[in-house]
């Protein structure tokens, strides 16, 4: 039981870190954005070696697919629902409430225009947040079940690092840019690390020696929310602030984590 907390405690320090950093120093934006692209390059090589083989592998192509779009369906409902109530609580002035005027003036319309992106850079904050803790249960959950059958656990644990640093550092970052107190953003990562440590220990405590069938459901739902955040947060938010030159660290994340994925 020693290891088992041992390695998720060294999986979860990532995030920790990660949020440390990004409410602490004010990085370039570039630089974040070739950090997330690198995220997700790293989740792509989870998602489809680590995730969906494994669960397509204990409980075929039915149950791995139908756990694919459940998390795929929540993670994209919950993305929607971020984003609606960030834009509803930083909506631009009605031109009534401007002294003296008959409609926006230039400035005012620029300013509500800057407040709406800047919340739904906050917003992806949250996102980010969410993402590693739907994918991250499942994750670790298989960790904590391939440290008792002895397969893969050290490889698993170098992916799940190298993914949830620079999630939870950029994350965090979001957060703050968003207006939240720095004290306030690492306890929110904080939580979802010590979830995410809990996870680890449930997976070898309790789903080691259960039916294949029963861990392939979250396995499964854990790739689909890492598809979906993929696709509507990630990918998306890397190449606004990065450009086509994220392209560049994606291959590099997914690289990397596939190297560890065959250690």
């Not at 694919?68 to 909506?91: E, K, P, Y």
């Not at 300013?111 to 850079?121: D, I, L, Y």
């Not at 050290?154 to 939240?180: D, K, T, Y």
């Not at 979250?218 to 030159?245: K, Y």
Request: with cysteine.
């Amino acid at each position: 039981m020693g290891s088992t907390l041992l390695f998720g405690a060294v999986a979860s320090s990532a995030l920790i870190i990660g949020a440390a950093i990004g409410v602490r120093f004010e990085l370039p934006k570039r630089l974040l954005a070739m950090l997330l692209a690198f995220a997700a390059g790293a989740l792509i090589t989870a998602l489809s070696f680590e995730l969906f083989e494994d669960s397509y592998e204990r409980g075929g192509i039915w149950l791995a697919g139908i756990g694919l779009f459940l998390g795929a369906i929540v993670f994209t409902a919950l993305s929607a629902l971020l984003d609606r109530w960030a834009q509803s609580g930083n909506r631009p002035k009605p031109a009534a409430e401007y002294q003296g005027s008959a409609k926006l003036d230039t400035d005012a319309a620029a300013q509500g225009v800057s407040a709406t992106r800047t919340s739904t850079r906050g917003a992806a904050g949250i996102a980010l947040l969410a993402a590693v803790t739907l994918d991250g249960v499942p994750e670790n959950l298989a960790l904590g079940i391939s440290l008792t059958e002895g397969s893969g656990g050290l490889a698993l644990l170098a992916a799940i690092f190298v993914s949830n640093f620079p999630e939870a550092l950029v994350g965090a970052a979001s957060m703050r840019e968003q207006g939240r107190s720095k004290v306030h953003v690492i306890v929110l990562w904080t939580v979802c690390a010590v979830l995410l440590t809990l996870a680890v220990i449930a997976g070898a405590a309790w789903l080691a020696d259960t039916d294949p069938s029963v861990v392939s459901l979250p396995l499964a739902f854990a790739a689909g929310a890492v598809i979906a955040s993929l696709a509507d947060t990630l990918m998306p938010e890397a190449f606004e602030h990065g450009g086509p030159a994220v392209a560049l660290s994606t291959a590099a994340g997914f690289v990397l984590s596939f190297v560890l994925s065959l250690a």
